[in-house]
């Protein structure tokens, strides 16, 4: 719940949606060095990172390096005509 509250994309949600919030959405466990998706793959979820650190790559560079609280995969959803534009 506290990473969800720390991310800038729910912010402006009232607290008591928060529950409704959780229950739409699923756990997903990765294990370091593990790849959730890759650049180019079709994408038809979002997340947010709950605990630790993401790595993001795109054309096999380090791009940026995302910590709790912070959501991506967005941009398939948006945009990119459903494909993942990183790893």
């Given amino acids: 719940l506290n990473a969800l509250l720390k991310s800038p994309v729910f912010q402006s949600l009232p607290v008591d ?10 756990s997903k466990r990765i294990s370091a060095g593990q790849k959730l998706f890759s ?8 997340y ?6 993401l790595q993001v790559t795109q054309k096999g560079r380090l791009i940026n390096t995302l910590g709790s609280g912070t959501p991506f995969g ?11 534009t990183a790893s």
């Fill in 17 to 26: 949606s928060f529950d409704a919030l959780i229950f739409a959405g699923k």
């Fill in 39 to 46: 650049e180019g793959e079709n994408g038809s979820s979002f």
């Fill in 48 to 53: 947010v990172l709950i605990q630790g650190e």
């Fill in 74 to 84: 967005e941009i398939a959803l948006l945009a990119s005509q459903g494909k993942r």
